[in-house]
């Protein structure tokens, strides 16, 4: 992790699945690193079931980065195995890292049924049965019978998963059933009694052989592809030592390399966040999930929203360390499971309080960056990038983002800080910012009579602070100026 790093999640759900993602890479890789990303976020790299349009979640075959026709396709949705590796070198050669997407939780497209003895359970109460146990067929066979063994000869089984919704029987997906003598796993999410199941068939952390399975595919991922660290699936909903002990096991194999690795830990319920840090002893960082809720809903409260609480009940305030904070991904754009959309205007807002404060990891969003464009559900989806006002707040971030941060948060709707330098940078910065009105305030950046200018072009006029180094910073309604020394 860089001083003042920030990841890049380089895809969106809607990606054209033409298998060219991975060469778009390598050709952006250059002007990224010049913009001031210091990461790469990929998405998942491996054959799904869904073959060359799968987005990655619905995991088949975790050796298969687009090497073998299996699911109707040698390729990926991204590309070939062999652009993988290039892209990810390519990267590396300008100085940024790449983290890998890491989906444990299930797999999907099984080779061939078996019989297994299941019940029905509640949807919403998973510890609450509704049927007795009887026999039905399911897919949890997983041959790879294109792969044929390479990298690894094990076939999972029934006897891995300890639960499924796919009844290949009746060929509906609407029962939730727990496979006789596989438990749900503990350490998991408490909602709905027992978060363990999302979907597909879900894996059995408690068998050995599938945790030394994943143990093994951690050490040929990483030295197959070279990747930094991870951003790592749905670990609400896998047992919370596994990840503990399986990022451990990969540090001490490596030599002790940091491997960076932050959790998606879907909660707004920060005292949630806090148990899953000290539960895994804070081996990865997590996603800062109740910030991104409020940047929801401050863009769609009409000015009303308190931004002089907007930090209050969020990891980043409460745990910095471990926090990265975004305003947009690829579960919360329109029209996706976890739609809670910042709007358009509110964004370059969201983005400098993540962006240009000392705390946190910051992780911009592939569509805010390039914009975006898709159809699904019969809507069309236009969505604007905001690359323009990313590309100045990355230079302001590494050209002016050090040195004592101190807090104007002192009204419902403008708020501000200042960043004062340190003798490397010894610039200061003070930002201010409105979601109603435009405003002023009066802050201290501690230059007397030194002149600022607002790099983000919404108020055009240089500004001079007092001989006691105060000035009167000014910001436009709904937008926001980041005034930077001369």
């Known amino acids: 992790m ?6 890049l999640q380089f895809f969106q759900w809607y990606i054209r699945p033409d298998g060219t993602h991975w060469q778009h890479l390598k050709a952006e890789a250059q002007s990224l690193a010049q913009a001031g990303f210091t990461a790469l976020w990929l998405p998942p790299a491996y054959k799904g079931s869904g073959g ?11 050796f298969d980065l687009g090497e073998f026709d299996q699911k109707g396709s040698v390729r990926t949705k991204y590309g070939t195995k062999a652009q993988l590796l290039m892209a990810v070198q390519e990267v590396q050669a ?15 497209g099984g080779d061939k049924t078996e019989e297994i003895w299941a019940q029905e359970m509640d949807w919403n109460n998973r510890n609450n049965p509704q049927s007795d ?10 041959t790879f019978p294109g792969r044929k063994d390479q990298y690894s000869s094990h076939q999972w089984h029934w006897w891995n998963f300890d639960s499924l919704c796919y009844n290949a029987d009746t060929g509906r997906v609407d029962k939730l059933y727990r496979i006789k003598d596989c438990d749900y796993c503990t350490e998991v999410s408490p909602e709905k009694g027992n978060f363990d199941y ?26 197959t592809t070279g990747v930094d660290g991870f951003r790592i699936d749905a670990v609400k909903h896998i047992r919370s030592s596994f990840f503990r002990d399986w990022l451990n096991h990969l540090r001490v194999h490596f030599g002790g390399r940091e491997l960076f690795s932050v959790g998606e830990y879907w909660s707004r319920n920060i005292d949630e966040l806090h148990n899953y840090i000290i539960q895994t002893d804070g081996v990865m960082s997590l996603f800062d999930v109740p910030l991104q809720s409020k940047f929801h809903q401050a863009s769609r409260a009409g000015g009303h929203f308190d931004m002089g ?9 409460e745990h910095p360390h471990l926090a990265v904070t975004f305003v947009e991904n690829h579960d919360t754009q329109p029209l996706q499971m976890l739609e809670s959309v910042v709007e358009s205007w509110f964004k370059p807002l969201a983005y400098v309080l993540i962006l240009l404060r000392r705390d946190g990891y910051p992780c911009v969003f592939y569509a805010d ?25 990355l230079w302001a971030r590494h050209a002016y983002g050090y040195g004592d941060q101190v807090d104007y948060f002192d009204h419902p709707d403008v708020i501000g800080w200042t960043r004062l330098g340190d003798t490397e940078h010894p610039g200061a910065m003070a930002v201010i910012l409105s979601d109603g ?3 002023n305030k009066w802050m201290n950046v501690e230059r007397p009579n030194a002149s600022f200018r607002d790099i983000t072009g919404h108020v055009p006029e240089t500004l001079r602070t007092n001989q006691d180094g105060w000035g009167n910073f000014i910001c436009r309604g709904g937008s926001v100026s980041v005034w930077l020394q001369n």
């Open 437 to 439: 009105p435009e405003g």
């Open 369 to 393: 960056y390039y914009g975006g464009h898709y159809f699904d559900k019969n809507i069309e989806i236009w969505l604007d990038s905001h690359r323009e006002i990313l590309d100045k707040l």
């Open 52 to 62: 060359e349009d799968d987005v990655g979640y619905g995991v088949y075959d975790l």
């Open 309 to 317: 609480r907007i930090f209050e009940g969020t990891l980043v305030k």
């Open 198 to 223: 999302l979907m597909a068939c879900d894996l059995d952390m408690s068998d050995e052989f599938v945790r030394g399975e994943l143990m093994y595919w951690g050490r040929w991922f990483v030295d």
């Open 133 to 142: 146990w009887y026999p039905i067929h399911a897919y949890t066979h997983f």
């Open 94 to 108: 300008y100085g940024m890292q790449v983290y890998a997407d890491v989906v444990f939780n299930h797999k999907d």
């Open 2 to 7: 860089f001083k003042n790093g920030v990841i």
